[in-house]
Nanobody, 121 residues
Framework: QVTVAESGGGSVQAGGSLRLSCTTS????????MGWFRQAPGKEREGVAA???????SYADSVKGRFTISMDNKQKTASLQMNSLNPDDTAVYYC???????????????WGQGTQVTVSA
């Protein structure tokens, strides 16, 4: 069993930056992929970014060039650097760990509780 926890959410003005962090605990030996998802009010959860332990990354088109995902393979932690934020980025952001495909599909086995990101115009 793996426990996932996010931190770093908050409120920022458009054009600003935030950095989200994700930690894992428990039996993390099989955690070879971590991803970030988000869910805005009234919308479905969507994949934002994913990273594998060999460095492969994938991003949603809406965040390419603005967000950067990284993973510490030893600590089994991940971060999401978010720049040039805009109000459309407002959502609850979830970290997830251990996936079959390691992409933006939500086939991850373990999920955090989420952290709120609010971007004001």
């Amino acid at each position: 069993q793996v426990t996932v926890a996010e931190s770093g959410g908050g409120s920022v003005q458009a054009g600003g930056s935030l950095r989200l962090s994700c930690t894992t605990s428990g039996d993390t030996r099989r955690v070879d992929c971590m991803g970030w998802f988000r869910q805005a009010p009234g919308k479905e959860r969507e994949g934002v970014a994913a990273v594998s332990d060999d460095g492969r990354t994938s991003y949603a088109d809406s965040v390419k060039g603005r967000f950067t995902i990284s993973m510490d393979n030893k600590q089994k932690t991940a971060s999401l650097q978010m720049n040039s934020l805009n109000p459309d980025d407002t959502a609850v952001y979830y970290c997830a760990a251990e996936a079959f495909l390691c992409g933006l599909a939500d086939d991850y086995r373990y999920w955090g509780q989420g952290t709120q990101v609010t971007v004001s115009a």
